[in-house]
């Protein structure tokens, strides 16, 4: 994969196809998400925080049960109010120019690239609003890599973490078993003392806790969109 940065010049007539599918790599069962936009996540998915290899926590909303399962595709679309930033850029990444600037890069090679697709230029220069809206989902991609070690570290040092035991029980017996996740204990949070309270607030770091602890009630929607589809076939 190699990406290359935008312009209006070189790229006047790109064209990107919209929608959802296996085809444009949406056939997973999780993504990454950042902490920018756990807001609108929480409504419709799981935020589950995870460590990678060198321990670092980063957070993912689940959105399958089996291996390359999104149970948020329907047919062409994505079924959610919100579809998350990774999933939602398309063929675009931020990277940094010579001066070390933000900027918009594009992969040549992504299959939604199509001459039938949505301009991303406009006739006479301009973003189109596709690609507006793309910068948008960058944007909140770019500030998240940026804040989440912050966010995350101040969860863990107000000893909010905890092991998230997910056992997802469906019907006849099926049991889905999701380990190395952790989620805010909401038992702590409710006990939190005056002083690391007030931080956490100042900090802004208290409305992500919650958003993360309550979207696991959307394990349940999540459990019945499987129960559905395993019935359709």
């Not at 995870?50 to 089996?66: F, I, M, N, P």
């Not at 190395?180 to 690391?196: F, G, H, I, N, Q």
Request: charged share 25%; hydrophobic share 40%; glycine share 6%.
């Amino acid at each position: 994969m190699t990406f290359v940065l935008l312009n209006n010049v070189d790229h006047r007539d790109l064209r990107v196809a919209v929608g959802h599918h296996a085809r444009y790599g949406d056939a997973i069962n999780q993504t990454r998400v950042f902490p920018p936009e756990f807001e609108e996540l929480q409504r419709d998915y799981a935020i589950l925080l995870r460590r990678d290899e060198s321990d670092r926590l980063y957070a993912t909303v689940l959105l399958g049960l089996d291996p390359d399962e999104n149970l948020f595709l329907d047919e062409e679309r994505w079924d959610a109010r919100y579809i998350p930033a990774t999933r939602a850029r398309g063929p675009f990444s931020i990277g940094h120019d010579a001066d070390g600037a933000p900027m918009v890069f594009v992969d040549p090679d992504h299959p939604r690239l199509t001459p039938d697709g949505m301009a991303v230029f406009r006739d006479h220069g301009g973003n189109a609003p596709l690609l507006d809206h793309v910068s948008a989902m960058l944007q909140r991609i770019y500030v998240g890599v940026q804040t989440e070690a912050e966010l995350f570290d101040a969860l863990e040092g107000a000893g909010l973490l905890t092991p998230a035991l997910l056992q997802l029980d469906l019907d006849e017996g099926r049991r889905y078993n999701i380990p190395d996740c952790l989620t805010v204990d909401t038992d702590r949070l409710a006990a939190l003392d005056p002083e690391t309270l007030a931080m956490l607030h100042a900090q802004d770091h208290l409305r992500p806790a919650i958003w993360i602890a309550s979207s696991l009630g959307n394990l349940r929607h999540l459990i019945d969109r499987k129960i559905r589809k395993d019935a359709h076939g």
